[in-house]
């Protein structure tokens, strides 16, 4: 008696329909997200390379020390690569379908060591996971870093504070702390015009951040070099 093969020859043709089948349950139709970046301000301005600032007329003279940057904190909500903003009813949000590179504290240390470097102003400038050591230390946490709906406006104002603490690497002396700060008002409620708010805002803000430093650091280095200095005898007056 001979059995029929039939069933068994239609099974491959029945698997790939069912393939075929699922594969249509994961086809989607939303837009791709969008990945956004912000560069640091002597590249947002156009100039030259790295270190162009050194020689630039009336810049402050640069000290002889090399800097660490240590990986910033982030405040609740603030440590993630959406591109946040805050409502008029104080509720945080972020703008769907687009994101940072990074998580916001790795996008602003990359951008501060940037910024950092091309001041001109440093013997060396490390991020935190250079093996090499350094003169000081510079701790950054991130308070605000969002666009702000909260003023009712049909444009978001763009602000970035960021809390800076700068010590010595020996002894973990603090030298100085400030708060340095931008804010940008979006040109239009576009994403783009959004992100260049951002640029713009970041970057007086590590304007800041970058004087600032210097400025302690060249204190500290003078008042180092005072205590340190030769004592001279006073001399006993002739009769």
């Known amino acids: 008696m001979r059995i029929a093969l039939r069933p068994a020859r239609a099974l491959p043709l029945l698997c790939t329909m069912l393939i075929l089948g699922c594969s249509g349950l994961f086809h989607s139709t939303a837009h791709p997200e969008q990945t956004y970046y912000l ?4 590249a947002a301005a156009g100039e030259g390379a790295p270190g162009a600032a050194r020689g630039a007329p009336g810049a402050p003279p640069g000290v002889a ?3 660490r940057v240590g990986h910033p904190l982030a405040d609740p909500g603030l440590d993630s690569s959406h591109i946040m903003l805050v409502q008029a ?37 490390e991020d935190s996971t250079s093996p090499f050591p350094s003169d000081y230390l510079l701790q950054v946490a991130v308070r605000r870093f969002e666009a702000d709906y909260t003023a009712g406006g049909a444009v978001p104002e763009v602000h970035v504070t960021l809390d800076c603490i700068i010590g010595r690497r020996e002894g973990r002396d603090v030298v100085a702390t400030f708060v340095a700060s ?10 783009s015009e959004v992100v260049s708010a951002f640029e713009q805002a970041m970057g007086a803000a590590l304007g800041v951040l970058s004087e ?23 001399g006993r007056q002739s009769q």
């Not at 590179?101 to 790795?106: F, G, I, L």
């Not at 003078?222 to 001279?232: F, I, S, Y």
Request: proline share 8%.
């Open 39 to 42: 560069r640091p301000p002597a």
């Open 65 to 67: 020390a090399s800097l």
């Open 89 to 125: 009813d104080h509720r945080m949000n972020f703008y769907a379908g687009s994101r940072w590179p990074a998580p916001a504290a790795d996008v602003i240390e990359a951008l501060a060591v940037d910024t950092l470097r091309a001041s001109g102003g440093w013997r060396s400038v």
């Open 182 to 191: 931008g804010a940008a008002l979006a040109t239009a409620n576009r994403l």
């Open 212 to 234: 600032q430093a210097q400025q302690a650091v060249r204190a500290a280095e003078r008042a180092a070099q005072n205590e340190d200095g030769p004592t001279h005898p006073v």
